[in-house]
Each structure stands twice: as structure tokens, then as C-alpha cells.
């Protein structure tokens, strides 16, 4: 049996998409797409400028900008050691972790046997061109190398005496082993990405950005990854349109315009039953301030609050307040609100903020629980649900960073921006009963005989180059038959194509919903289609 072939009795295993993940299939695609294009339209209205970052970055840059202690990098990331080289991490981490058990010489062999699969492997990566292995730390791994010639030599010189000294020199060469390997620079790990305000940031800095005139304003649309529990509106892998506003000043003008930016793009849409909630969560100065009064008043409460809260009195006792635990809201209810606790500056800018929206005419609901799940955030913080979303209404979520740049290795930078669920956004315009347009036809090309086949070719050609979406049977169909096709795809006209047509070079167009049909030459042909979706759009 060639390679490759499936024995008779063994059944093919049938994949599904991982849990999680999913196709996007016409005719919903055409909504996506209509929807991107509104956003394309809109953003570009408040100039901003597209940006595509790639869906990999460090991991320490969302580690850094996302935060290290909240879920989506601590539970939630996609983190991928690439190929060949997990294998080097994992035994690079076995040696640096490895503890030699006293006296074991069995388990200094074991010790050797790994230092000499990774030497072999690290060998093999550089003979592949990895590019982890350009410049693995050529010092470290002559130091490594070295090492583990000393620790074979010793312990083939000392199988029979295994006194204390050997044993000493034994452990230096262990320890001398784990420092080097540990010094290897073999690459760094990659996530996909969780969300891309960082890769914003990343790229501002990384392009010299802020050499442009400021603020330099960008969105973005695609693809996010996070190991959520997989619930309606919620997925592994889901897509966001993003906008960003980097570098300038932090004048409230600026949040207000960009959360008009959204409301505007939802309102284009007639997204139903959006509401927008408004926080200030402070500064590096009052916000401390707060979460350690926050944290003492939770202490007392510490006995009545669930575990996850408990937990996060340590951690992050602003998540408390995004609790939805049933228990837990009369609590709450009675914790301080840190708009009583901002500083001067972050009160002015939240009640400037206000303002400006309502100069706007943006209505808002100020929600001091509004805490948002992810580090970067300062001052200004924000949220949009919709309608028809279940637990999962959140549609749009984003704040101020101002500093975050400036974290990531970059200068002082103000920043703010947004990113929308567009699953979610999709799900919200269905189930408001917003439905895809149908993949239509507008002609369905019924031809017969081999001349007219020519000629349907030619038609084809010409009708979809004049921008008609077109079918072409790949084969003769008798002419019923062929209607009955362009029915079912919900063609618009059939145009039949015969012996006769081809000859007397005057085509039959059927329009489908009323049964009429009229000849047309090949030129007056295109006109009357134009006419005709001109008045049905
Ligand atoms: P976020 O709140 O984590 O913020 O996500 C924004 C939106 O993405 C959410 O409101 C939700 O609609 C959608 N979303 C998040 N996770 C999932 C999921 N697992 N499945 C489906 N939709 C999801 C950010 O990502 C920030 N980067 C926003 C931002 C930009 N802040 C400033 N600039």
C-alpha cells in the first residue's frame, strides 16, 4: 500500500474545529465584512489609520503591559515554545532545576545524560538555521561544553571511589553546569496575542512614532486569543476592533471624542440597546491610596466574601469590585468609591471628561464598580454593552495608559483607546434581527450546446467584470434543470443561452421572481442589469 493510504477497515478520523474556535461561514461573512467596512469608514472619519500588528509577540511584552497577576496572563495566554525548541526549554529547565541527590551517582549519570541530549540538540538547531540559535551565547555554551567534559571524565575516573572530595568536585561541576546553561540565550517565548494595546505601543515605539505629529491615532481588526471557558459570546479565539490615540496631551476632549468614535460606529450599525458606563479609576498618586483603603475595609468584611475575593483582598482588591457573586453585593454596596478618593487632577479630568461627552450629546452611566481586568489603566475607563448577550454583554471596553509606553522602554506618552468584541457586536445586530444578507446571484448562465458554451464564457467574463456576480454551470444542464439551480441559489436572472440566442445574437434574461423574460443583444444586455439593481438597492 502506497504511504500515506488509509487501510480499507480503518475509519478516517473527522476533525472539528478546537473547542473554542469556529468557522465564520457565508452568508454571515458578508456581515462581518459590512460591519468592518463601517468601521473602516467611520475611523478613517476621525483620521485614524490602520494598523496590523502580528498575532505573536514576546510574552513578557503582554506579561509587562496586560499585567503578570491578572487572568489573561496569568491562566488565559497562548504561549508557544517553537517546535524543536520546547525540547531545549524543557531540558534547559530540568538541568538549572535539577536536584543531585547526595552521594547518587546514578543520579549524577542521569544529570550528564541530559546535559548531553541538550548539548546534541543545541548542535542540531544550529545545523537547522533555527533563527532562536543565531547567537546562543557562544560563551555559555564553550563554559557548558567544557563542564560537561569535566563531569564525564570525572565520573568515569571515579566508579570506584566515591569519596567525599570526588564528590564535592562532583557538585562544583553540577553547579558550574546550571550557570551556564541557565546564561544560554536560546530565544524567548511567543503568546498569541491576547489583545493588542501592547502591540500598539510595541510598534510606536519600536517605528519611532513619536517623531509623527501627536497624537498618532491607529486601529486595528482581527484575531485575539484567550483560554476562556467557552461560553455563548465567549470564545478562544475572537476578534476585536481596536482603536488606539498615543502621544499629545491627555486632554479630556480626547477620551470623550474617541468614546464618540464608538457610540457613532454602533449607532451607524443600529446596534440595539447600548448603554455606556464611565469610571475614573485614578492616578499613580490617589489610586494607591484607595486600593489600600479598599483593602482594609474588605479585611473586616474578609469572613462574608467568597474565595475569589478573598484571594483578591491580596491580589488585586479593585477585581472585587467587578464581582457578580450574588453574596457578595450588598458588601459592595457599602465599600468606598473611589471618586470620593481621587487626587485634584484625576477629579478635574473625570468631571472634564463628562463634560465633553455631553457636549457631544454621548449619554453615560457612572459606574464606580467599573474596574476594568487588565493593568495598564489610569483615569479614564469605560464599557458598552448591548443587548441579546446574556452574562457576556460587554461589547467595547477601554480606558486611558498614560505611562504604558513609557513601561515598554518607550518616552513619557499619553494614551488611550478601545477594542470591541465584534463576535460579540454580530451576535448582538442577529439577534436584534439584523440578518446577513443572502449570498445572492444576480445571474445564473442556463446555457446548452458547445457554440453557446463559448459564448456563456464570454458573457460570464463580461457581465462579472462589469461587477454582476455570476454562475456558470461547468456543465450542459437541460434548461429546466438549470432553472431549477438558479432558484434554489437565489439567483436574480437566468440568462439562457441556446442555438438559437448564439445565432440570432439575442439573448432570453428570465427575471426569476415574476417569471417575465425579454431578449437583449450582448450590449443592452448590461444596461438593463444595471438598471434593474439600481432600483432594487
Ligand atoms: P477587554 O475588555 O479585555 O479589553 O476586551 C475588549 C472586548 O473584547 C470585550 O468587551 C469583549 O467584547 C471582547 N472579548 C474579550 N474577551 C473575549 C472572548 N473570550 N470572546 C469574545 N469576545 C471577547 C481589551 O482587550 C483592551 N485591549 C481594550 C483597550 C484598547 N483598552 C485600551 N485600548
Redesign the pocket.
Known amino acids: 500500500m502506497s504511504e500515506g493510504a488509509v487501510k480499507k477497515e480503518e475509519k478516517p478520523r473527522r476533525f472539528q474545529a478546537i473547542r473554542g474556535t469556529r468557522d465564520l461561514l457565508p452568508p454571515e461573512t458578508s456581515q462581518w465584512n459590512s460591519v468592518e467596512q463601517t468601521a473602516h469608514e467611520i475611523f478613517t472619519t476621525f483620521g485614524f489609520g490602520e494598523i496590523r500588528p502580528p498575532v505573536f509577540e514576546s510574552t513578557e511584552l503582554f506579561a509587562r503591559s496586560v499585567g503578570m497577576d491578572t487572568d489573561?496572563v496569568s491562566k488565559e495566554m497562548y504561549t508557544i515554545p517553537d517546535g524543536d525548541i520546547e525540547h531545549i526549554y524543557g531540558l534547559r529547565r530540568s538541568l538549572v532545576e535539577w536536584e543531585i541527590k547526595f552521594g547518587d551517582f546514578r543520579d549524577a549519570e542521569l544529570f550528564l545524560g541530559l546535559v548531553v541530549t541538550l548539548l546534541t540538540f543545541i548542535k542540531q538547531a544550529h545545523e537547522d538555521d533555527l533563527t532562536q540559535f543565531e547567537d546562543v551565547g557562544m560563551e555559555a555554551l564553550a563554559d557548558l561544553t567544557s563542564a560537561a567534559k569535566d563531569l564525564s571524565d570525572l565520573i568515569s575516573a571515579s566508579s570506584d571511589s566515591k569519596d567525599t572530595e570526588t564528590w564535592n568536585r562532583l557538585i562544583s561541576l553540577v553547579d558550574r553546569i546550571r550557570l551556564a546553561s541557565d546564561r544560554l540565550e536560546i530565544g524567548e517565548d511567543m503568546s498569541l496575542r491576547?489583545?493588542?494595546?501592547a502591540s500598539v505601543c510595541r510598534s510606536y515605539i519600536e517605528h519611532g512614532m513619536q517623531q509623527l505629529p501627536q497624537p498618532v491615532k491607529l486601529y486595528y481588526m482581527g484575531p485575539?486569543f484567550?483560554r476562556?471557558r467557552p461560553q455563548k459570546?465567549?470564545?478562544?479565539q475572537?476578534y476585536?476592533i481596536?482603536?488606539?490615540v498615543l502621544g499629545g496631551s491627555d486632554a479630556p476632549a480626547i477620551d470623550a471624542e474617541v468614546i464618540e468614535m464608538v457610540m457613532m460606529f454602533f449607532d451607524r450599525l443600529e446596534l440595539q440597546g447600548v448603554q455606556l458606563d464611565l469610571n475614573s479609576i485614578g492616578c499613580r498618586e490617589c489610586r494607591p491610596k484607595y486600593v489600600e483603603l479598599l483593602r482594609a475595609e474588605l479585611l473586616k468584611v474578609k469572613d462574608k466574601l467568597g474565595p475569589d475575593s478573598q484571594r483578591r483582598i491580596e491580589t488585586n482588591p479593585l477585581r472585587v469590585l467587578d464581582s457578580k457573586l450574588e453574596s457578595e453585593q450588598g458588601i459592595i454596596a457599602t465599600l468606598p468609591r473611589i471618586a470620593d478618593h481621587l487626587c485634584e487632577a484625576c477629579a478635574t479630568h473625570y468631571a472634564a471628561v463628562k463634560h465633553q461627552l455631553e457636549r457631544r450629546g454621548v449619554f453615560f452611566r457612572e459606574n464606580w464598580r467599573l474596574v476594568?481586568?487588565?493593568d495598564y489603566?489610569m483615569r479614564t475607563t469605560f464599557?458598552i454593552t448591548a443587548q441579546g448577550l446574556g452574562s457576556?454583554n460587554?461589547?467595547?471596553?477601554?480606558?486611558r495608559?498614560d505611562g504604558l509606553v513609557e513601561l515598554l522602554g518607550g518616552p513619557p506618552t499619553k494614551g488611550?483607546?478601545?477594542?470591541?468584541?465584534e463576535?460579540?457586536?454580530i451576535l448582538s445586530l442577529q439577534e436584534s434581527g439584523k440578518a446577513p444578507a443572502q449570498l445572492g446571484r444576480d445571474v445564473y448562465i442556463a446555457w446548452m450546446g458547445e457554440r453557446a458554451h463559448a459564448t456563456a464564457i464570454r458573457a460570464a467574463k463580461d457581465l462579472r467584470k462589469a461587477g454582476f456576480s455570476v454562475e456558470l454551470p461547468p456543465v450542459e444542464q437541460k434548461f429546466g434543470k438549470a432553472l431549477g439551480q438558479a432558484d434554489k441559489l437565489g439567483a436574480k436572472h437566468a440568462l439562457i443561452l441556446g442555438d438559437n440566442e448564439v445565432s440570432e445574437g439575442l439573448w432570453t434574461l428570465k427575471t426569476l421572481a415574476d417569471g417575465s423574460q425579454a431578449k437583449y443583444t450582448e450590449s443592452d444586455l448590461i444596461e438593463h442589469l444595471r438598471k434593474s439593481k439600481s432600483l432594487s438597492s
Not at 460587554?394 to 480606558?399: D, Q, R, W
Open positions: 489573561i491576547p489583545e493588542a494595546t485575539m484567550r476562556e459570546g465567549r470564545y478562544r475572537f476585536q481596536g482603536a488606539e476594568r481586568g487588565l489603566y464599557e457576556q460587554a461589547v467595547c471596553g477601554g480606558g495608559y488611550i483607546g478601545f477594542a470591541i468584541g463576535d460579540r457586536l
